[in-house]
């Protein structure tokens, strides 16, 4: 439990100065965001949003995953989303090797074997993106309700490029 003790006392000062509750839940903007876990990366801030506005969903690599899927179709058909960016990002760790050169290095790491693991990992980050572009713009449960768009962020910039 101490572990978490310094975050907890953050929290503590947070909760002391929050006002925005009573959201509810609606993507005031109207957008889904599905980005990569990487810490370098503000989602709303760099699309000059606010709490409330958009739908973030963050995998490894900014994937369609299964669960991104389904985040990305409730948030159409429930929470006003219209807009679906999808916004992988330069210097992934995602996009460094295959799945299984990523689990090689976990093995390497850590002696435990994730090989035949399916990660999402591909050097070619282009292929990555116009796939899961492609998967939400053919969904039968997406298509024809919302606009999906393909971008890369640049982590060392803070620029958002769109490619689809």
Not at 32 to 60: F, H, N, Q
Not at 117 to 143: C, E
């Amino acid at each position: 439990m101490s572990n978490f003790k310094d975050l907890l006392q953050a929290n503590e000062r947070y909760a002391e100065q929050f006002t925005d509750g009573g959201f509810d839940g609606i993507a005031k903007a109207g957008v889904a965001v599905i980005t990569c876990m990487d810490s370098r990366i503000e989602p709303l801030g760099m699309l000059g949003l606010k709490l409330g506005d958009a739908k973030i969903l963050r995998t490894p690599g900014g994937r369609i995953t299964p669960d991104a899927l389904t985040g990305c179709i409730l948030g159409v058909h429930l929470l006003n989303v219209d807009r679906i960016m999808v916004v992988p990002h330069t210097r992934c760790a995602m996009a460094s090797g295959t799945d299984a050169e990523i689990a090689d290095k976990i093995v390497e790491s850590s002696k435990l074997d994730l090989r035949g693991m399916v990660i999402g990992a591909n050097p070619d980050q282009q292929s990555t993106l116009d796939y899961d572009v492609r998967l939400l713009r053919s969904h039968p449960a997406l298509r024809g309700r919302c606009t999906v768009g393909g971008f890369i962020y640049d982590v060392d910039t803070g620029r958002l490029e769109q490619v689809h």
